[in-house]
């Protein structure tokens, strides 16, 4: 969120006056941005008092500066409701707070206690509030066109076009009715991230959901002249987020989910790992045949026979 305007400022800075001490909005400050220092950043000097509308003021202008609103109203609803360093506290206008935050398109996340951007208004890589250099957990959802360079020599780029096009928009809304993120889309395929609870389950069901809407369109709307057919994994584990695509490419987990598409995989299919098999209930687990790997290792693989 890279800016707000004068009235959720003052809203923002009077709620802090009324709510906090100087050392206490302080302290909110340095839980997201590491070392803050209030004198410091207002130069007055150690030894005097620094006013709390002075420290409201200032905090407020760090925090927007630094791109984290959404992140300190969320901390301040961790105030009132949970407290900090073993005290509660109320906070002013709280209410107001969060309904002027929904106007710039977040809403709270009940399961994880954080406003995350709304996804009706927009969509982001970052869900509006993953921070760069932060490590995270997620599951991804590798996907991937069999045959792409075949195909685009094979049909008018028209069709070409068409039939691509008509593929992402499948991954799209299949990844992001699910709280996903597109990370990557190329051509022949692409990187989806799943965060937040359920994170497993969601990109499990994304894959597979993929592949039953892709057997359908096959059916329905391909104007090529053979089935689109495509391979996908499921993998999960930490990763520090970076809106850099090198960065992305050069992680272990990233390297891990692809090689899992590109080996396990056969066409029309998802192969989840282990790690994340273990999260799934046995009943949807018991939709996916188990692949040896190694003596102690088993992948699981779903797959849909699409065009015949």
């Given at each position: 969120?890279?800016?707000?305007?004068?009235?959720?400022?003052?809203?923002?800075?009077?709620?802090?006056?009324?709510?906090?001490?100087?050392?206490?909005?302080?302290?909110?400050?340095?839980?997201?941005?590491?070392?803050?220092?209030?004198?410091?950043r207002t130069g007055i000097p150690y030894g005097e008092t620094v006013s709390k509308k002075d420290a409201a003021s200032r905090v407020i202008s760090d925090i927007v500066e630094a791109r984290l609103i959404p992140h300190f109203i969320t901390l301040l609803v961790e105030m009132q409701y949970i407290g900090i360093m073993g005290?509660?506290?109320?906070?002013?206008?709280?209410?107001?707070?969060?309904?002027?935050?929904?106007?710039?398109?977040?809403?709270?996340?009940?399961?994880?206690?954080?406003?995350?951007?709304?996804?009706?208004?927009?969509?982001?890589?970052?869900?509006?509030?993953?921070?760069?250099?932060?490590?995270?957990?997620?599951?991804?959802?590798?996907?991937?066109?069999?045959?792409?360079?075949?195909?685009?020599?094979?049909?008018?780029?028209?069709?070409?076009?068409?039939?691509?096009?008509?593929?992402?928009?499948?991954?799209?809304?299949?990844?992001?009715?699910?709280?996903?993120?597109?990370?990557?889309?190329?051509?022949?395929?692409?990187?989806?991230?799943?965060?937040?609870?359920?994170?497993?389950?969601?990109?499990?069901?994304?894959?597979?959901?993929?592949?039953?809407?892709?057997?359908?369109?096959?059916?329905?709307?391909?104007?090529?002249?053979?089935?689109?057919?495509?391979?996908?994994?499921?993998?999960?584990?930490?990763?520090?987020?970076?809106?850099?695509?090198?960065?992305?490419?050069?992680?272990?987990?990233?390297?891990?989910?692809?090689?899992?598409?590109?080996?396990?995989?056969?066409?029309?299919?998802?192969?989840?790992?282990?790690?994340?098999?273990?999260?799934?209930?046995?009943?949807?687990?018991?939709?996916?045949?188990?692949?040896?790997?190694?003596?102690?290792?088993?992948?699981?693989?779903?797959?849909?026979?699409?065009?015949?």
């Amino acid at each position: 969120m890279d800016k707000i305007n004068s009235g959720t400022r003052n809203m923002l800075e009077d709620s802090l006056v009324n709510s906090l001490s100087t050392d206490i909005m302080a302290e909110a400050a340095s839980r997201l941005i590491r070392g803050y220092d209030i004198h410091k950043r207002t130069g007055i000097p150690y030894g005097e008092t620094v006013s709390k509308k002075d420290a409201a003021s200032r905090v407020i202008s760090d925090i927007v500066e630094a791109r984290l609103i959404p992140h300190f109203i969320t901390l301040l609803v961790e105030m009132q409701y949970i407290g900090i360093m073993g005290r509660k506290y109320p906070i002013s206008n709280l209410s107001s707070i969060v309904r002027e935050l929904q106007k710039y398109g977040y809403i709270f996340d009940q399961n994880n206690r954080i406003f995350i951007e709304n996804s009706r208004m927009r969509i982001t890589k970052n869900w509006g509030f993953l921070r760069e250099g932060q490590e995270y957990v997620f599951s991804f959802l590798r996907f991937d066109i069999i045959d792409n360079t075949r195909l685009v020599r094979s049909y008018p780029e028209s069709k070409i076009k068409k039939t691509f096009n008509d593929f992402h928009a499948i991954v799209r809304e299949s990844v992001t009715k699910r709280n996903g993120r597109i990370w990557n889309m190329e051509g022949d395929g692409g990187l989806a991230a799943f965060h937040f609870s359920e994170r497993n389950l969601m990109a499990t069901l994304s894959s597979m959901d993929i592949l039953h809407r892709l057997f359908m369109y096959n059916r329905t709307g391909n104007k090529l002249g053979e089935p689109l057919q495509i391979r996908m994994a499921v993998h999960n584990g930490h990763y520090e987020y970076s809106d850099s695509m090198n960065t992305m490419r050069e992680n272990e987990i990233i390297k891990t989910v692809h090689d899992i598409e590109s080996r396990y995989s056969g066409p029309n299919s998802v192969t989840l790992s282990e790690t994340v098999s273990i999260y799934l209930d046995s009943l949807l687990l018991d939709q996916f045949q188990p692949i040896r790997i190694d003596s102690n290792k088993n992948y699981f693989n779903y797959s849909i026979r699409i065009g015949d």
